[in-house]
Nanobody, 124 residues
């Protein structure tokens, strides 16, 4: 599967933004998908993930209660709605896919497929 995140931009603190993940290829045998983010010099951070067959959802602690991961169709399988954005949410956001059940949803190593990121910048 090929992935591409989009929808990023420059917003003010308190604003909302919705990211999309466009997919081409097989999305029918997925084990799950997720969103991660990364800032320069830091490791990629787990944002949210969803188990494909049960729709069980996981969130990183820093975004719980503010961000929402949701499913779409085969072409846009997941979205990330970000509310009450803070300057510390500024990062390059990636969507990722996994076909294996090995590893936890919050681990980068659990995902085998990554899209190019989309930049989100939140000004104070």
């Amino acid at each position: 599967v090929q992935l591409q995140a989009s929808g990023g931009g420059l917003v003010q603190a308190g604003d909302s933004l919705r990211l999309s993940c466009t997919a081409s290829g097989n999305t029918f045998n997925l084990y799950g998908m997720g969103w991660f983010r990364q800032t320069p010099g830091k490791e990629r951070e787990f944002v949210a993930g969803i188990h494909w067959s049960t729709s069980t959802i996981f969130y990183g602690d820093s975004v719980k209660g503010r961000f929402l991961i949701s499913r779409g169709d085969a072409s846009n399988p997941i979205y990330l709605t970000m509310n009450s954005l803070k300057p510390e949410d500024t990062a390059l956001y990636f969507c990722a896919a996994r076909y294996s059940g090995r590893g936890s949803f919050d681990s980068v190593q659990s995902y085998g497929y990554w899209g190019q990121g989309t930049q989100v910048t939140v000004s104070s």
